[in-house]
């Protein structure tokens, strides 16, 4: 079964997600120098390109962009850069694969492809929880802020008579070790097919990197930035139930498919893959290129861009309004909890196939 | 510059593309056939495959389906026996890349790829009057009914000061020879770089197979359906001049962009070329695998399906209704005309790059 797509917003109105990203895009220009050096110290360009002439480079979970295409941009520019420190003279093109649910608006993506590209430009619609590519065809793979999605809700959070019934929450960031158990199997399924599928893919030589939001080790969920925002949707949502806008059992029957994983819980999935080395590992803070204090109102917006498709599809579009106009309402809370939450919790994380 | 894209009616609407395709279906049944003799015959599988153990296939000018998934399913089967009848014992992985312009409706595409296919699939935006794909990179390539779209229209046929001002027409078929000459170099320079750009792309040993609308030597534009549909079309065009639904001046500032070579003219051009040889050109009857009388407001509506767009563009969407309804009304003196006109107007072409 293909997995389940929560497509960003498309298009590029007010809350699309075009409009709303540039909170990603800080968290990416974090990530950039970490790629650059990856790539000038462990990504053998000329190697790879040797038999065919052509670097093929995959971007999963890309969105509809402008981030996407500046992230290739910049992995161009950094293969180019090794290319030359190696005195390759040998001409190199670039194949690029950008990747998405078959939901996600393509549509957006081709017509914002940027002219005058230096490279060729193909979309992919499927989920990476499953094969896209032919083995062995690629040789460097992207993924930004896309793993934490599982491909979908576990069962046992929707069935009454399971322990892990997640009555009147919407995450697991405060509810029961049966609940987070639930969610933490998932994920390690989920990131099992993912690692088997990218290790037929990717070849021999090839590199992986994954960008995505992780919890410390010995950190609590709800002491992360992520975990403190659906705090606050599930507490705009409970109050909703109160106000009669939503009824209980529809908020029973929703849980945002979302997982932060802690360093150590994916050093052992990749272990346990055995198809990559791990480069490196590391958590940074991803609001630390922001200059200033982070603007609240403008996090909650960038975050109703990525998570608005889930819940009107749960809950309906009328609500959307109300959902984020009480989150925002509590901007001030939610501002001041921050102040003493873990900020190093963006993952990235340097895979080459073995 | 991209060439101008004039995409196919998109969704799945009463006038879209996807419901008005079977016209085009049954010409491609007549090819189908003569497509699994060219791989059967021609088609080296077991060396394409032999370095990657992947065909890569692109289907250039696809629109947004069902056609091009029928098509390419029928591909890949016929190099599967082919396969099978080399003794190759090896896995063969298929990639299969769909193109059109960018302005095509690749969200239906993606959309409705058929489940549980033995491919990988991707999504290519871009015009094929260029460069797509890295060297070499593709084995097989396909293009129905797509290369009798020219780039653009020739520019002479709107300058009032040359001889080649197609004032009060829009198309060459009833035009002077000046028109038909200013609209057959168009065609040979956008051949020229279409050729180069798949010569470049296409490994050696791999196969072209190229399906357009042509004009058999000897006989006049008129005297084919796509010149007669044409030509009522642009009786219809004029009669609204008369009525004032259309001006004179929005009917002089426009022309199809559309062509259909002869036999001899496409062999000059693939010579020309030099980068393939031509392993066998004919022409057949497109309508040779439909049952009965053809018939007329069903192809009208087909050929709707696929003009729609450049008239919206051109004269607005207001004017559409009246001038389908009006070329509707000639159906019986266009049934009356086509059965004096020459049948056999499919090119039908095999290339393999040298």
Chains 1, 2 share one sequence.
Not at 136 to 158: C, G, I, T
Request: charged share 20%.
């Amino acid at each position: 079964m293909e997995a389940k797509a929560f497509p960003m917003n498309g298009g590029d109105g007010a809350y699309s997600y075009t409009k709303n990203s540039h909170y990603q895009r800080a968290a990416s220009y974090v990530a950039k120098e970490m790629i650059e050096e990856a790539i000038a110290d462990k990504f053998d360009v000329t190697r790879l390109s040797s038999s065919s002439n052509t670097i093929r480079i995959a971007d999963l979970g890309c969105s509809v962009g402008p981030n996407t295409f500046i992230t290739t941009q910049n992995l161009i520019e950094s293969m180019e850069r090794k290319r030359h420190s190696q005195d390759c003279t040998k001409m190199t093109e670039f194949h690029l694969f950008f990747n998405d649910h078959a939901s996600n608006d393509f549509n957006t993506l081709f017509n914002s492809l940027p002219l005058g590209r230096h490279y060729f430009a193909a979309g992919v619609p499927g989920s990476f929880h499953g094969r896209l590519f032919p083995k062995s065809s690629l040789h460097f793979v992207h993924s930004s802020y896309a793993l934490q999605w599982l491909s979908k809700v576990p069962e046992d959070l929707l069935d009454k008579s399971s322990p892990a019934w997640n009555k009147g929450r919407i995450h697991y960031t405060n509810a029961s070790e049966q609940v987070a158990n639930a969610y933490a199997n998932q994920f390690a399924k989920d990131m099992e097919v993912f690692l088997d599928a990218r290790a037929d893919e990717i070849a021999v030589g090839g590199m992986m990197v994954v960008i995505m939001p992780a919890l410390p080790d010995g950190v609590r969920p709800s002491q992360i930035m992520s975990g403190l925002f659906y705090d606050f949707l599930e507490q705009s949502v409970v109050d909703m139930v109160k106000t009669g806008s939503i009824s209980e059992a529809e908020v029973d029957s929703f849980n945002l498919p979302l997982y932060a994983p802690t360093p150590k819980v994916m050093t052992q999935l990749v272990q346990s893959n055995g198809g990559f080395s791990i480069e490196r590992m590391e958590l940074t803070d991803p609001s630390s290129k922001i200059v200033g204090p982070l603007n609240i109102p403008a996090v909650v917006m960038h975050l109703r861009a990525g998570l608005e498709g889930i819940f009107t599809k749960h809950f309906g579009s009328e609500i959307i309004d109300e959902l984020y106009e009480r989150t925002l309402d509590k901007s001030a809370e939610f501002s001041s909890r921050l102040e003493s939450c873990c900020k190093a919790t963006q993952l990235f994380l340097v895979l080459k196939r073995k």
